[in-house]
């Protein structure tokens, strides 16, 4: 099993929709998960981290359910702007141990 | 402004070449990364320094060295063992203490070819 699997869509949805993704991860030991953006041929850059009790920052909104292993994004009146790979990263307990990235989910929101 | 810069943009090695790739950061970040990411995959970890004149290997080492002289650079050589060299390489950062709770920031990343 992977350690962490995303749908790599693409999700194709109109202007001003309501999208989500899951993303789940294979390892229970994991501490810390955060949502990428990625545009095409540009480097990752933080959209947001996930905490266990939720959080918001403006349209989007990220979930963690530890108990099924899995966060999720959600993404409300999807913007032109918002088309780009959405990456799920997760990082365990261990110091300075390292980030695993899955492969992304692409979004394409369309006029 | 603090960030992160990747130098070169795009380079080109020839057969049997060791090719070398910057990274230099002002953010005061304790920990710097290197990954290589191929056409649909996922970010893989080459290697990673948690402190100056310390580092460590990462999943997909083979091929690649690194050192950590100062807390700014982290440079990376592409030598002539690695003979699947073509991908977009990416330097990240992050700040110290548990750094697996801390979000890692991008440079710009540099794409590297064979000629």
């Known amino acids: 099993r992977k350690e962490v699997e995303q749908d790599p869509g693409p999700f194709n949805v109109p202007e001003g929709a309501t999208v989500a993704f899951n993303c789940t991860y294979s390892n229970s030991a994991s501490q810390s998960f955060f949502w990428y953006r990625q545009d095409c041929r540009k480097e990752p850059k933080l959209l947001m981290s996930?905490?266990?009790s939720g959080n918001e920052d403006g349209r989007f909104t990220a979930q963690l359910n530890r108990a099924s292993q899995y966060i999720s994004l959600l993404i409300r009146d999807s913007k032109l702007s918002d088309s780009a790979t959405y990456l799920c990263?997760?990082?365990?307990?261990?110091?300075?141990?390292?980030?695993?990235f899955g492969k992304g989910t692409m979004l394409l929101v369309s006029p | 402004d603090g960030g992160i810069t990747q130098s070169p943009k795009y380079l080109f090695r020839k057969e049997g070449q060791n090719v070398t790739l910057s990274c230099e950061q002002n953010l005061n970040h304790d920990a710097m990364y290197w990954y290589r990411q191929d056409p649909g995959q996922g970010l893989r970890l080459i290697y990673y320094?948690?402190?100056?004149?310390?580092?460590q290997k990462g999943d997909i080492a083979e091929g690649y060295s690194v050192s950590r002289e100062k807390k700014e650079s982290f440079p990376l050589t592409v030598t002539s063992a690695q003979k699947n060299p073509t991908a977009f390489y990416l330097c990240?950062?992050?700040?110290?203490?548990?750094?697996?709770?801390?979000?890692?920031?991008f440079g710009d990343g540099t794409r590297l070819s064979i000629l």
């Open positions: 990240a950062s992050s700040s110290g203490g548990r750094a697996y709770n801390q979000p890692q920031h």
């Open positions: 320094s948690q402190i100056v004149n310390d580092f």
């Open positions: 996930v905490y266990s």
């Open positions: 990263v997760v990082a365990m307990n261990s110091g300075y141990s390292t980030l695993t």
